[in-house]
C-alpha cells in the first residue's frame, strides 16, 4: 500500500499522530481484503483484533434470541470494527459481514496494545470514537422506544456517514429498504412512507434509491427527537 494511501491517515483515532508516528503504526498493519458476502468476523473466533476500513462497506450484526439477525450497524471508509473486543481482549460476539468488496487494515490484539502503550492518545481518542457511538445509540434507543417511526428513520439518517455536496449534507442508505427496515423494527412500506412525507415536507430530498440529500439538518433533528 502506497504511503499516501495508509489506512492509518483516514482514521480519527490515528489523526493525532504525527507523521512519522503514523508510519510506525502502519508497520503493524496486515492488509486485508474480502469479497461482497464474506464473513470477515464471527463470534466466538479465537482472535481479537482491530479492523480499520479503507474501502468499501462491512455490515455488523448479532443473532437475536429468537434467531433472527439483529443488525447493529453498518461500516464504511475511515471506521473501526473489534474495539470493544480489543479493549477487553475477549473474544468477538458479533458477525461481521461484507455488503461489498472491502480493504482494510487489520491489528492484532498484541501489536496494537503495545502502540497503546507508546501512543496513549490513540487510546483516548477511540474512546471518544465509543462515546459518540454510544450518544448514537442512545438516540436511536430513544426513537424506538417512542413508538415513532419517523423518530427512528430521522435519527438513522443523522446517524449515516456523509459528506458534502454542493454545500449540502448528503448521505448513503447502506443497505437495502428491506435491511433498512428490520434495523428500525418497521416494514418496507412504513420506511418508504415515512422517507416520502420527510421529501414531501422538504427536510430530506431522495436522489436515486439510496442517496439522500439532507435539505434541513435542524428539521430532521426535531423530527429524530421523541416529544
Known amino acids: 500500500m502506497a504511503e499516501e ?14 507523521h512519522e508516528e503514523q508510519l510506525r503504526v502502519a508497520e503493524f498493519v496486515r492488509p486485508m481484503c ?17 479492523l480499520v476500513m479503507h474501502s468499501g462497506q462491512l455490515k455488523v450484526s448479532h443473532a437475536a434470541a429468537n434467531g433472527q439477525e439483529q443488525i447493529l450497524r453498518t461500516v464504511t471508509d475511515g471506521d473501526v470494527v473489534g474495539e470493544r473486543a480489543f479493549l477487553t481482549g475477549y473474544r468477538p460476539n458479533d458477525l461481521v459481514v461484507a455488503l461489498e468488496d472491502s480493504r482494510m487494515c487489520v491489528f492484532d490484539h498484541a501489536d496494537l496494545a503495545a502502540l497503546l502503550r507508546d501512543f496513549p492518545d490513540i487510546s483516548q481518542r477511540m474512546l471518544r470514537t465509543l462515546s459518540d457511538r454510544l450518544f448514537s445509540v442512545e438516540r436511536r434507543l430513544a426513537a424506538v422506544t417512542s413508538s415513532d417511526v419517523s423518530a427512528r428513520v430521522a435519527a438513522y439518517l443523522l446517524d449515516l456517514p456523509g459528506s458534502m455536496r454542493d454545500g449540502v449534507p448528503t448521505v448513503q442508505m447502506p443497505m437495502a429498504k428491506q435491511e433498512i427496515a428490520a434495523y428500525l423494527g418497521t416494514t418496507p412500506e412504513t420506511l418508504s412512507r415515512r422517507l416520502a ?5 422538504g427536510i430530506i430530498e431522495l436522489r436515486g434509491r439510496r442517496d439522500v440529500t439532507i435539505r434541513d439538518i435542524d428539521a430532521l433533528e426535531r423530527v429524530a427527537t421523541p416529544r
Open 5 to 18: 494511501d495508509l489506512c492509518v491517515t483516514r482514521v480519527p483515532i490515528f489523526q493525532g499522530l504525527t
Open 34 to 50: 474480502v469479497h461482497k458476502g464474506q464473513t470477515v468476523d464471527a463470534p466466538g473466533q479465537s482472535v481479537s483484533r482491530l
Open 197 to 201: 412525507a420527510l421529501t414531501a415536507s
